[in-house]
């Protein structure tokens, strides 16, 4: 393992501006090597014995393993916290593992022949079986959705305008990059923050595809403000944005001095400006597992009642209507219940 790390370093030198996505996956393989192989030195411990089609069970059980006694100590074995720290910690092990693969991204490619160049001999038929191995976590789409309560949902559009508004926020100052993220302009990212808010509740997209979106693909289509790009699956969208959402928008994109809806780099777009928005949604009442895809769920939801479960699965670009129900449909159904005469 030791030499696998050392010869990615040489390969993939950190940055000195941000870590790279290999570095940052090496991390986690380190993080996964300590925590499966305590007190064993990385030379003593084989690539091949770590990244294993079963790496993901294992750790997951180890990460539910630290929280778990104490909740069930704190709280009672059958209570919803304990259920709560174990969807955490599953998907604090689907994270580790996934960003994991990102430090072996090529192992079919360059990454391969450059270790080859080095020395490095692997069985990279056994990588190839972990590379491939799916790694799903509590995740939302495996859920039913969660809706916020209304007081949340009240908050939220309430506080974001105070958080940032065209009368608060000075373009004047200097911004200051990466990775001096302290220094940074507190006004822009306010901004960035207030348009990933709109963005995602007004198209409905996943925050890498936000991260992605450039001033450039942001059109007028049909009188309607559109969202262009490359979603999740490499297909291109065409989002028109819901009017409101649109509004809040707009005001802004002559203002912005990047390229990116979102900022110049990518890691303040994903990491800065996501995590900011995370942090201000638990403020305001948000209790679910995956914020920021719950906000987009929001969105769903209101078109699946409002609309149709159609319009809800072409809007959300879900790959099937059964995957669109599978989320919506048992809350639905349930507020249709309740409307029921009972005498």
């Known amino acids: ?20 996505h290999a570095q940052k996956g090496l991390r986690c393989v380190k993080t ?11 030379d003593k411990i084989a690539v091949e014995a770590l990244f294993t089609p079963h790496l993901f069970q294992r750790y997951r059980d180890f990460r539910v393993g630290l929280v778990l ?16 720290v174990k969807i955490k910690a599953t998907n604090a092990a689907a994270k580790m593992v996934k960003m994991a693969k990102v430090a072996l991204w090529d192992i079919d490619g360059s990454l391969k022949t450059r270790l080859d160049d080095h020395g490095i001999k692997l069985n990279w038929l056994k990588l190839d079986e972990f590379k491939k191995q799916a790694v799903s976590g509590a995740s939302a789409n495996q859920r ?16 974001i305008e105070k958080y940032a508004s065209m009368e608060k926020c000075d373009f004047g100052k200097t911004w200051v990059r990466l990775p001096e993220y302290k220094s940074s302009k507190l006004d822009l990212l306010k901004i960035h923050v207030y348009l990933l808010f709109w963005g995602i509740v007004g198209s409905g997209c996943r925050l890498k595809e936000m991260c992605n979106q450039s001033l450039a693909d942001i059109v007028e289509i049909d009188g309607k403000l559109n969202f262009t790009g490359i979603g999740k699956n490499g297909d291109e969208y065409q ?36 995590n900011e928005l995370r942090k201000l949604m638990r403020k305001w009442g948000w209790d679910t597992v995956n914020l920021l895809h719950e906000l987009r769920a929001y969105t769903g939801f209101k078109i699946f009642t409002q609309v149709s479960p159609i319009a809800a699965q072409q809007y959300m670009r879900h790959a099937s209507i059964k995957i669109t129900e599978k989320f919506y449909v048992g809350r639905y159904m349930t507020r249709k219940a309740v409307s029921v005469k009972l005498s």
């Open 239 to 274: 989002i028109p944005i819901i009017d409101e959402a649109a509004e809040k928008i707009t005001p802004w994109l002559e203002k912005l001095p990047d390229k990116y809806l979102l900022g110049k780099t990518y890691s303040y777009r994903y990491e800065i400006v996501g």
């Open 69 to 84: 006694p104490d909740a069930i100590k704190e709280h009672g074995k059958d209570s919803n916290e304990c259920k709560r």
């Open 1 to 20: 393992m030791q030499e696998l790390i050392d010869a990615i370093e040489i390969i993939k030198p950190e940055s000195t501006v941000t870590q790279s």
């Open 144 to 159: 039913q959705y969660k809706a916020p309560s209304d007081k949340c949902i009240k908050t939220t559009f309430r506080e």
């Open 32 to 42: 996964l090597a300590e925590a499966l192989y305590p007190g064993q030195s990385f």
